[in-house]
């Protein structure tokens, strides 16, 4: 029998140690979720554990019994402890509001209270058998009380309700996080087998609770979670309430590189259920998941950055947000749109068609290249708003751009100069073909068909064109001095009688 006792000290002294190095632990993990419960509830066994150490140890009966009274300050704390993190893990912690909290310690706050004060009224216990064997003195039987079954009753339901919320999120959850929930499971369904086995004097012939035992192999259970399944570092605890209601998706990846959470509106955005890529390598299911990005997926723009996830100085994963700014690509893309075109005709306006000729002038000048530049000017525009009002002369500026835009070339530069005028740069363009230009436009301005309210309005315009060549371009306010040769030339055209095209050439005017 001496020998079963030591065996039993030898294995509480190692479930004790193996305990407190887990309160340890998790207490260094507390930025965590649950990390602070998980340490209350490791901490409550390291009580219960040391308290029956000292217990054997001792020489008087009184002293024992005090011992017995901390050790259940473990007992009475373990079951509240485990409870509130089978909320707080399967997402259920909501329901902890403190009153609900204050009303879980009500009955082992009064368990207590009658175990210290015991030996005035013995509801806790009618009383204690001790036996000494060798250096140990065993509380080898504890007569019950009868408030002694209501607080058994009430710890084996919370660790059985607990049990249930671990069960239910282990069959919810998939790959990385099943394992994990097993886990919790077994660890606390152990020690309460071994417990009631004891209690109900399952196995004859024991005369110690083995409780220690249960919580050896329950603490190697709980080191495999914390190790194996990175509890406490990447853990489903709030992603139901924060994640879940993101309007931004969210992909978490461990260190192995495996997605292990990605919620619902990621689901969405990426076409793929959590079924088909939780566990799976990041990298063959999203190579493009990988970096800060942007990504276009079914025809939406999405914002990618990945950030660490640290917990106690340690990269434990990193987390993946997709941002979705299709709303803000398509405002930014309006915006720039506003800055660069007319409003009025939507071709290019004055500012911008200057960053871009600025451009094309230094690519001919590298490449040698003559540009041509054709200025247009609607004839007699103010006779047309004054006869017809001003929204028939705007209806006469977008028909005329439409039509230049039609005949120009891809590569040719359109824009509203100001007013009634317009100005085409064409790359590549030598003198005479930009005159050929100018006379398609001016014939085609001249045969449109231009109606309103059933009225004909006559529109003609006269175009004034010159050349530089490329080594003329890279001359100082190169494009300054060619706008200023169309200028005279637009000039000449209308001062000689409208509806025609005239081009620059030195100070000879054709």
């Known amino acids: 029998m001496e020998r079963q006792i030591l065996a039993f000290f030898i294995i509480t002294f190692f479930a004790m140690l193996i305990m407190l190095w887990l309160s340890v632990y998790s207490w260094k993990r507390r930025p965590a979720k649950c990390a602070d419960t998980l340490t209350f509830m490791f901490l409550s066994v390291t009580i219960w554990m040391g308290a029956i150490l000292f217990g ?15 050790r259940m300050i473990g007992v009475f704390a373990a079951p ?9 893990y399967s997402g259920n912690d909501k329901k902890l509001h403190p009153v609900i909290i204050l009303l879980l310690w009500i009955i082992p706050l009064i368990s207590l209270i009658l175990m210290i004060s015991n030996k005035y009224h013995h509801l806790f216990l009618s009383g204690i058998i001790y036996e000494r064997h060798g250096p140990f003195l065993v509380d080898s039987q504890w007569l019950l009380g009868p408030w002694f079954p209501i607080h058994v009753a009430y710890s084996y339901s919370l660790v059985l309700i607990g049990n249930f919320f671990f069960f239910r999120q282990a069959v919810r959850l998939v790959s990385g996080f099943f394992g994990q929930a097993v886990s919790l499971f077994l660890g606390a369904m152990i020690p309460l087998v071994v417990n009631i086995i004891y209690v109900f004097d399952l196995i004859p012939g024991v005369i110690v609770n083995y409780d220690p035992l249960g919580f050896v192999i329950a603490g190697i259970i709980f080191s495999a979670c914390l190790f194996r399944f990175r509890f406490l570092d990447i853990i489903p605890i709030a992603r139901r309430y924060l994640v879940d209601n993101m309007q931004d998706g969210l992909i978490v990846i461990d260190t192995l590189n495996r997605i292990i959470d990605i919620n619902p509106e990621a689901i969405r955005n990426l076409g793929f259920s959590d079924t088909e890529v939780l566990g799976k390598d990041a990298d063959s299911i999203f190579p493009w998941l990988t970096a800060d990005n942007e990504i276009t997926l079914n025809a939406l723009v999405f914002d990618l950055r990945k950030s660490p996830l640290i917990v106690g100085g340690e990269t434990v994963g ?143 315009i006269s175009i004034g064109i010159a050349s530089m060549s490329g080594e003329s371009l890279g001359v100082e306010n190169a494009l300054d001095t060619v706008i200023e040769q169309t200028d005279k030339a637009l000039y000449k055209a209308k001062t000689s009688g409208r509806n025609r095209t005239h081009f620059y050439i030195g100070e000879k005017r054709l």
């Open 56 to 70: 054997l140890v001792v020489r008087t009966e009184p002293v024992s019994y005090f011992w017995s009274v901390i």
């Open 80 to 88: 509240v402890f485990w409870f509130i993190l089978a909320l707080q």
């Open 318 to 460: 990193h987390l993946l947000i997709m941002r979705d700014i299709t709303r803000q690509k398509k405002l930014e893309s309006q915006l720039r749109e506003l800055a660069q075109t007319d409003p009025l005709t939507g071709i290019f306006n004055r500012r911008h068609f200057l960053k871009l000729a600025d451009d094309e002038i230094a690519r001919a000048f590298r490449y040698k290249h003559m540009i041509s530049v054709l200025m247009i000017d609607c004839d007699r525009f103010k006779s047309i708003n004054d006869r017809f009002g001003h929204q028939v002369g705007d209806q006469v500026l977008v028909a005329l751009s439409g039509i230049c835009q039609k005949t120009i070339r891809e590569t040719d530069i359109l824009c509203r100069y100001g007013g009634e005028e317009f100005i085409i740069l064409s790359p590549e363009t030598s003198l005479e073909d930009a005159a050929l230009l100018a006379e398609r436009l001016r014939i085609a301005i001249e045969d449109m068909n231009f109606h309103t309210n059933d009225i004909h309005v006559p529109i003609t």
